[in-house]
């Protein structure tokens, strides 16, 4: 079967899924929303950059910018929060520009199905593809509760796109529930997956080294929590994480937190700054998935404080690496975890709640334990790579059927 992916190529999910399609003999081409690095086995690689991606580009992109030329990448980080509500507004206008180049490449490569990898604004690009060709498209843990509201345009799109999607993919059934409600026909075909297209046990449990990685001034013995969510400002309440790092200190001045992709990020070093917790609190750049698998096995405690999400990648490496995961309380976690079994799920805005929930995981190994066993055994009944291969494939081939 030959597979159209439409996806933001950069994105280490979206490679993942595309690699693990690529795995199972499929033939893959990609329409990339942003510029990116080819993908090893895709030969036809597109780049229609809808909703000002090319200001936003990342690795990959096409292109360096001088030191003393204006850089829209960085004016992009530095304002975030005003460049996505102008996105919200702006960013559908640019899917007409893009919708007939896309159709026309769909009618030139003639794929099996397009399959779009998240609604805004992929799968929205792709509801251009013509009838005669099935579309899948995957739903990300934000689409729905919280980009589809920001506009009437970004409604109308996600509506639109929910309508021509010919099969649904989500990371958690609250958001299949919820695409019904917006207008994906009940009857056609869904399937609930890691949005990552599984988790490779084998691959994750396969030690790295973290020299240079893990701050030297570290005890050896130190307990660690780790945050790998990022700066994500719409959703994460990295806000709440930071106010809660002196609530537990307090108790455990031990106690060391690991933040990836939080070095060279603003507002955190303006946390640390304001908490006067920088020597416990490390600011660690973006990291291969190798290392960051390693810090789980390193670390008691994940932290994935947020307001709106599906089934975050992270959250299910980390529970796989046997490290306890807390989390906000929100409900497409309530499908994952069982609060006081294998995980906490705590209200996401308040720092006391988050702290009491870092110091009760600390302080109850044997909670730990069992969690660890219980979630590793959860992730191998429903989120271990080729269960979640074999699924896919028949979804897939229910979709491909319906053309």
């Known amino acids: 079967m030959h597979i159209l992916f439409v996806a933001d190529g950069r994105s280490p999910i979206a490679r993942r899924w595309i690699q ?4 199972t003999g499929h033939q893959v081409s990609l329409v990339s929303t942003y510029p990116c690095e080819p993908i090893p086995g895709v030969p036809l690689l597109a780049v229609m950059p809808v909703a000002f991606s090319g200001m936003a580009s990342g690795p990959g992109g096409s292109g360096q910018t001088s030191r003393s030329a204006f850089n829209p990448r960085k004016a992009v980080t530095r304002f975030r929060s005003l460049f996505l509500k102008g996105r919200y507004q702006l960013g559908p206008l640019t899917l007409r520009r893009f919708g007939g180049q896309f159709a026309r490449l769909v009618e030139q490569t003639g794929p099996d199905m397009v399959h779009a990898l998240r609604i805004p604004f992929e799968g929205m690009l792709a509801s251009y593809t013509p009838p005669r060709f099935p579309l899948a498209v995957t739903i990300w843990g934000n689409d729905l509760t919280l980009h589809a509201v920001q506009s009437r345009s970004m409604r109308s799109w996600t509506e639109r796109t929910l309508r021509r999607a010919n099969g649904l993919v989500a990371d958690a059934h609250r958001d299949i529930r919820l695409a019904k409600a917006w207008g994906f026909p009940e009857e056609r075909p869904t399937l609930v997956a890691p949005g990552n297209g599984g988790i490779d046990l084998a691959e994750i449990n396969t030690p790295a080294s973290l020299e240079g990685i893990l701050p030297a001034d570290i005890p050896a013995d130190a307990p660690l929590i780790i945050n790998p969510r990022g700066i994500r400002p719409a959703y994460a309440r990295t806000d709440v994480f930071f106010q809660a790092v002196p609530l537990v200190l307090q108790r455990r001045p031990d106690v060391h937190f690991l933040c990836p992709a939080m070095a060279g990020q603003v507002e955190a070093q303006q946390w640390l700054e304001r908490l006067k917790v920088a020597d416990h609190v490390h ?8 290392q960051l698998w390693e810090l789980f096995r390193r670390s008691q405690v994940t932290s994935s404080v947020t307001t709106h999400d599906g089934t975050p990648n992270t959250l299910l490496e980390a529970m796989a690496l046997g490290c306890f995961p807390v989390a906000g309380d929100i409900e497409a976690l309530r499908e994952w975890i069982t609060p006081g079994v294998n995980g906490l799920l705590v209200e996401p805005n308040k720092p006391q709640t988050v702290a009491e929930a870092f110091l ?8 730990r334990l069992r969690a660890a066993a219980i979630n590793l055994d959860c992730i191998r009944e429903r989120a271990e790579i080729s269960r979640v291969r074999a699924q896919l494939e028949v979804f897939y081939q229910w979709v491909w059927g319906l053309r």
């Open 20 to 23: 693990g399609v690529l795995a």
């Open 283 to 290: 600011l660690l750049p973006y990291l291969p998935q190798p």
């Open 360 to 367: 009760l995981a600390l302080e109850q190994p044997e909670l």
